[in-house]
């Protein structure tokens, strides 16, 4: 310490850097508790409060993977017939997956349907014969032209960096209402294209991550949650062990205080034990009656794999599961339609049309379709131009998802692109847009909801996203 010409005491340099050192440590330290004071409530699954009175309390989404043509199915564009085999008369995007050739007319017709009139080509009858219930976004738009980052971004909000899944996000903002099933299931998801990544946590604690039924390979009859059969024959003894279990692990808490991943670790065997009562007998379909089965097309040829999983899907719902995806996945199903658009399209069209359709009759007969929020979505469209003589190419710049029940006006289209369905031209939804009014509709504020890592507040939808209100119901 010195004394200034003023006569003032003032502080010495070291003093200074030392007093300011724990000043910063000190703001550290508060962050650091309050890190410490979030993660240790988010790590339960228990239900939790929404922000505001939610629409939705339950999530399925139905993931098209591949590319589904929106110019082939929600998008009708008569001028690509005017105009085919023509070159395309406006620019084409220069962020592109491959080149393409000339404009391809669609192999199939549109036609109005309900009493909204929408159009539906004819590869989606059934789903057709159900516009009235649905909210059909023909504005998609996306920053990524691989399958890899397209998906990605739809799943996580991210093409490129790893992120938390949209399903963990709803499950870490609302907790389950089942606690005895996971909070948030996915069902034969493919490894390929971010995998894991899909319905994984990344940074948020693991026991909000997606527990996975059976994989892209498997049939559904087959797919089995792992890991569900009891290691004990006599449930006493599972029950002793599983007790001495949690002592020791509790005690290592007590002795190095709070660990979110051992918390986590410890309510997942708990979770596991109790999985082992109730899963089963969720996923055992054989009580369902014959008539429901045909609402799927259960046992009806191309029909029957992918009716088997939105059935299944109803029933987690049903049963409290808060969010479930079913994937029409590769490398069983693909519909990246490079070459061979018709067979391609017409070949995948025919095993979800009648299933999802199906899915949405289910949940109005039972009650839950109000409630439930139901979404169709793919990585991005196709090109209105040909790949070779007769495919199409990836397309982000415009494309269609859809989205029923819970909260959306059925009967109704959003969005634009122009007449060769190149460009958004109206409403442009961005992939932060749309998981912004995924977690409105669920009573989540998109802004509001974080998870503080590595020194920042992350969200799904990071510093972008706008609801669109314009397609939620009063």
Request: glycine letters at 10%.
């Amino acid at each position: 310490m010195f004394t200034s010409s003023a006569g003032l005491q003032t502080t010495s340099r070291r003093q200074a850097l030392q007093e300011i050192a724990c000043g910063f440590g000190g703001l550290g330290l508060w962050d650091l508790l309050n890190t410490e004071q979030q993660a240790h409530g988010a790590t339960s699954l228990r239900r939790r409060d929404s922000h505001y009175p939610a629409h939705a309390k339950r999530v399925i989404f139905v993931f098209i993977h591949g590319g589904l043509s929106h110019v082939d199915s929600f998008d009708p564009k008569p001028k690509l017939e005017e105009l085919d085999g023509q070159p395309v008369p406006i620019e084409k995007p220069k962020f592109n997956f491959a080149s393409t050739g000339n404009i391809l007319k669609s192999p199939w017709k549109f036609h109005h349907y309900g009493e909204s009139g929408i159009e539906v080509s004819d590869l989606f009858p059934h789903i057709g014969s159900t516009i009235d219930d649905i909210c059909v976004i023909r504005s998609m738009h996306g920053n990524q032209v691989a399958h890899g980052g397209a998906t990605l971004l739809l799943h996580t909000g991210d093409g490129v960096l790893i992120r938390p899944s949209m399903g963990a996000w709803v499950l870490y903002g609302l907790g389950t209402e089942n606690q005895n099933l996971p909070g948030f299931i996915t069902i034969t998801p493919s490894s390929y294209h971010g995998g894991s990544q899909n319905y994984g946590a990344a940074f948020l604690p693991a026991v909000f991550q997606g527990t996975r039924i059976g994989d892209g390979n498997t049939a559904p009859e087959n797919a089995k949650m792992s890991n569900l059969a009891p290691a004990q024959k006599q449930q006493v003894l599972q029950r002793l062990q599983l007790d001495m279990l949690r002592r020791q692990n509790e005690r290592a808490l007590q002795h190095d205080g709070h660990d979110a991943r051992l918390e986590a670790r410890i309510e997942s065997f708990e979770l596991a034990f109790r999985m082992q009562m109730a899963a089963p007998e969720v996923m055992d379909t054989s009580n369902e009656t014959a008539e429901t089965e045909s609402l799927y097309g259960i046992g009806e040829g191309p029909t029957d794999d992918f009716g088997r999983q939105c059935l299944l899907a109803r029933r987690l719902s049903e049963a409290g599961v808060r969010f479930v995806q079913v994937n029409h996945s590769y490398p069983r199903n693909y519909w990246d339609a490079h070459g061979n658009l018709k067979s391609n399209h017409q070949s995948n069209a025919k095993k979800v049309d009648k299933p999802i359709a199906g899915l949405i009759r289910d949940l109005k007969q039972r009650g839950l379709h109000d409630d439930t929020l139901v979404i169709l979505g793919t990585e991005f469209g196709r090109t209105p131009a040909a790949q070779g003589k007769n495919g199409r190419d990836h397309h982000p710049h415009a494309f269609t998802m859809w989205m029923s029940g819970g909260g959306i006006k059925g009967g109704t289209v959003y969005g634009a692109t122009d007449e060769f369905g190149y460009y958004v031209t109206e409403n442009k939804v961005r992939m932060r847009d749309f998981h912004a009014t995924v977690l409105q509709l669920m009573g989540i504020d998109h802004e509001r909801l974080t998870f503080r890592h590595s020194g920042r507040d992350f969200r799904l939808t990071d510093v972008e996203g706008s609801v669109l209100h314009d397609i939620i119901t009063s």
